[in-house]
Nanobody, 125 residues
Framework: QVQLVESGGGLAQAGGSLRLSCAAS????????MGWFRQAPGKEREFVAG????????VYADSVKGRFSISRDNAKNTVHLQMNILKPEDTAAYYC??????????????????WGQGTQVTVSS
């Protein structure tokens, strides 16, 4: 089992920045990929960004490319999501997720084995 705890959400103005963190504990040796998803009210949960746990290879949704940056600190079992140039449409609950199977698409929620409880990000215009 892997436990994930997000932190760092809050309120920001459009154009501002926030940094989210996700601390992993438990059987982290099984993790192969970490992803961030978000879910706005009335919408489906969508992929935002992800990173391979060992190599650090990153992937981003088109909507956040050039604005968001994902990184990981393997020594601390933590993944960060730096969010810059925030827009009101970035407002959502943000979730950290971990994948323990290789070869699965990273874009779909069903392919993740562990989830955090979420942290709210609200961007005002």
């Amino acid at each position: 089992q892997v436990q994930l705890v997000e932190s760092g959400g809050g309120l920001a103005q459009a154009g501002g920045s926030l940094r989210l963190s996700c601390a992993a504990s438990g059987h982290t040796v099984s993790v192969v990929f970490m992803g961030w998803f978000r879910q706005a009210p009335g919408k489906e949960r969508e992929f935002v960004a992800g990173i391979t746990w060992r190599a650090g290879t990153t992937v981003y949704a088109d909507s956040v490319k050039g604005r968001f940056s994902i990184s990981r600190d393997n020594a601390k079992n933590t993944v960060h999501l730096q969010m810059n140039i925030l827009k009101p449409e970035d407002t959502a609950a943000y979730y950290c997720a971990a994948q323990s199977r290789t070869g699965s698409s990273v874009f779909y929620t069903a392919n993740y084995d562990y989830w955090g409880q979420g942290t709210q990000v609200t961007v005002s215009s």
